[in-house]
């Protein structure tokens, strides 16, 4: 029992750790619902600032969550595309959109 | 489909907003794992502080999500006793331990 806790908790601890941020999940997401280009992304997420999201997409490259794409163009472009790891947050962020659906009407109807 | 996009970081946000910092998830988990009071709950999680651990019980008794409930015995008892409400994170909790093992198999088969 007390074993299976720790494991667990340690899958659970490196998950959070891995999550970081409050930008890490919505940019996943974001990604996941086929935005590609920085300023969808930066326009998909109210609030996120130009400099964290720069910040959040470094890091999930170095972290193989995205890959960036530079097209020889003019002017150049460049995408960011999720990699099939980035893509296994989906039943989590799945449970947290529900959360948060009912969460919103349980505070609603308490009012 | 902008829209629906919309609501979706919505909801999504109030939940990353509602677990915080990296702490409240731990505590839900052995909360929800049978630990009562607070040395079990703080024993239960390497790398708590008591200070830490003091202040999110705290938090979670403002937000409903635990009940402290104080027994008048010799010493004074104190239990901490998770809410129905505690236990709608469930589902998120068994999502993100999944991960966790998962990506560590993963970083384990990697090496």
Request: with cysteine; aromatic share 10%; charged share 30%.
């Amino acid at each position: 029992m007390e074993r299976n806790q720790a494991e667990e908790l340690r899958a659970l601890q490196d998950t959070l750790y891995f999550i970081g941020g409050k930008w890490r999940i919505p940019v996943i997401n974001s990604l996941c619902n086929g935005n590609r280009r920085f300023r969808e992304i930066e326009r998909s997420i109210p609030g996120i600032t130009t400099r964290m999201l720069s910040r959040e997409l470094k890091e999930m490259e170095l972290n193989k969550l995205v890959k960036r794409n530079v097209y020889d163009e003019m002017p150049v472009l460049v995408e960011y595309e999720p990699t099939e790891y980035c893509r296994t947050f989906g039943k989590i962020i799945t449970e947290m959109i529900n959360w948060g659906r009912k969460h919103r009407k349980f505070v609603l109807s308490a009012q």
